[in-house]
């Protein structure tokens, strides 16, 4: 029997990652009525956690820290808190040691404090720092707010062109354009300065020497100043859950072991979708939270689509692959050098040298040879996450989409099985023995999590890449997912794109799905008209 002979609702959202989620709060904000089909068993796409590690142990399963969910407006007005969401922080932001000075590098939620251990390791820095946040305060608000709007984003446009004089005009612009290596040159004298700027670029797979690696680094620098870098209380599950609660309350339908295999069309406009099981379900209206490969590749036929768009979509670019460690530990992190406030997310990189020769050695399709960690330690955090005097982290590294080498002759051929995976892992923990000796006396549990892994987890995670798509350039703002997109709206009419594969981007802060969403609002406005 078709959905439509029992009530067709108004939307069907095609996936329960927080952009889906976030789109079926928006429409049911606005008196849609909407179904939200999850392919998994529970819902959440990227935004989970587990104790599949050690039953005394949480894990988040893929991201951790959600600078982008606290900062963003799309969340801050979905109110989760009064869902059951409770953010939690670390004493600490984020934390880089660097070997060759023998000091950590940290980020702490006061700018006077991050500013004054700057200072100490190298002065001038610290009242760079201050001169960073300065400008941030006048120019931040409305420069996020343009990353994460609709393109073109006139309104956040227009109130930052009267700023950008006041925070330092073409200075500025320049600033935002130069690639994180040489904006750190810029800024700082210190080493360690330079390298906690050069690791928050790390976190996309943009070059630190390619425009647009500064502007991420500097984004998720003064986010962590501002709302700081928090975990929701007991797990990120607990996001995905404040997320679907709301929409629930609210007289959504949340349907799990539901997949999606076939986006119906007719005469340009969509008309419905089939499900694995066989079932059909009408639908004139469809946001779709997933991956511009699955969408355009697998979901809709290429009779549904323009030439062209078949065309440039087989140009579009993934992100690396990833591969992420979870460990039960028995005890804190014994650190060589204890950091001076215990950072909730750690960077591991020796030098902003080794950053670059990381990521190059990506590009080349080669396993890097010491890799960039990006790591947690989630207890510390969020002191539910584990028993006292314990700690549940994690890291992960990126790793090529195709593998032809390995960097560090360990024999890894990027099949990524369990001997690839295990190899890879025993490398990632023995970046970590160097800075903390012991590390590995205290693993309870390790569970490694590679491409194959992570992409059964949610079909989006396309070979590990989690961005939905390359960062670079190339493919962000108009190019996104193909040139001459952009904007939420497909070739087909009534189907909108609202994943990470879409403007703006990867990150956990609903911007794709809500601009889905308000784009299928404003084209139901103009029909009624």
């Not at 709060?25 to 956690?49: C, H, I, K, M, Y």
């Not at 073109?152 to 600033?175: E, F």
């Not at 995905?240 to 340009?268: N, P």
């Not at 997933?290 to 440039?312: D, F, I, K, M, N």
Request: hydrophobic share 40%; charged share 20%; aromatic share 4%.
């Amino acid at each position: 029997m078709s959905l439509a002979t029992r009530s067709r609702p108004h939307a069907v959202v095609v996936g329960s990652g927080p952009n889906g989620l976030v789109a079926a709060n928006v429409l049911l904000d606005a008196g849609w009525t909407v179904l939200v089909l999850e392919a998994q068993a529970t819902p959440g796409g990227a935004v989970r956690s587990d104790t599949d590690v050690h039953p005394d142990y949480v894990h988040d399963t893929m991201s951790s820290f959600y600078p982008l969910a606290a900062g963003s407006p799309v969340m801050q007005r979905l109110q989760l808190e009064e869902h059951g969401l409770t953010w939690r922080h670390a004493p600490a932001v984020l934390g880089h040691f660097h070997p060759a000075s023998g000091h950590w590098a940290i980020l702490h939620r006061d700018r006077d404090e991050t500013a004054r251990m700057l200072e100490e390791q190298q002065p001038g820095d610290g009242e760079a720092w201050h001169q960073l946040c300065e400008t941030w305060d006048v120019i931040g608000a409305d420069l996020a707010g343009a990353l994460l709007s609709p393109f073109p984003p006139v309104r956040n446009t227009l109130g930052g062109l009267r700023r950008v004089r006041r925070a330092g005009g073409l200075d500025l612009v320049r600033q935002l354009l130069t690639p994180a290596a040489e904006l750190g040159r810029q800024l700082f004298d210190g080493p360690s300065s330079r390298l906690l700027l050069a690791g928050n670029a790390s976190h996309s797979d943009i070059p630190l020497d390619a425009p647009g690696s500064g502007l991420m680094a500097l984004l998720l620098a003064m986010l962590g100043q501002t709302s700081g870098w928090p975990v929701p209380e007991g797990g990120a599950g607990n996001l995905t859950r404040a997320l679907a609660r709301r929409a629930e309350s609210l007289g959504g339908t949340i349907r799990c072991d539901a997949e999606v295999v076939r986006i119906e069309t007719d005469r340009g406009r969509v008309i419905g979708m089939l499900l694995a099981s066989g079932e059909r379900i009408d639908a004139r209206v469809v946001v779709a939270d997933v991956a511009a490969p699955h969408l355009y590749g697998t979901l809709l036929s290429r009779e549904a689509l323009p030439q062209r768009t078949v065309r440039r979509m087989s140009r579009f670019q993934l992100d690396p692959g990833t591969v992420k460690i979870d460990w039960a530990l028995s005890g804190p992190v014994p650190w060589a050098v204890p950091p001076p406030y215990a950072p909730g997310t750690i960077h591991v990189a020796d030098s902003v040298d080794e950053l670059t020769a990381s990521t190059a050695q990506i590009a080349a399709h080669a396993v890097p040879a010491r890799p960039f960690l990006l790591a947690g330690q989630m207890t510390t955090a969020d002191p539910t996450r584990s028993p006292s005097g314990t700690e549940s982290m994690w890291a992960y590294t990126h790793v090529p989409q195709e593998t032809r080498a390995d960097a560090g002759g360990g024999g890894i051929r990027g099949t990524w099985d369990d001997s690839d995976l295990q190899r890879l892992a025993d490398r990632m923990q023995g970046r970590l023995e160097e800075l903390a000796p012991g590390f590995g006396d205290l693993v309870v549990a390790r569970r490694a999590l590679g491409p194959r892994e992570l992409e059964s987890r949610d079909a989006n995670l396309i070979g590990g890449a989690i961005n939905g798509g390359t960062a670079q350039l190339q493919q962000q703002l108009v190019f996104r997912p193909i040139a001459g997109s952009g904007r939420p709206e497909t070739p087909v009419r009534g189907l909108y794109l609202g994943s990470a594969s879409a403007h703006p981007g990867g990150g956990v802060h609903g911007a794709a799905g809500n601009n889905a969403a308000r784009a299928a609002i404003a084209h139901r406005r103009l029909r009624v008209r």
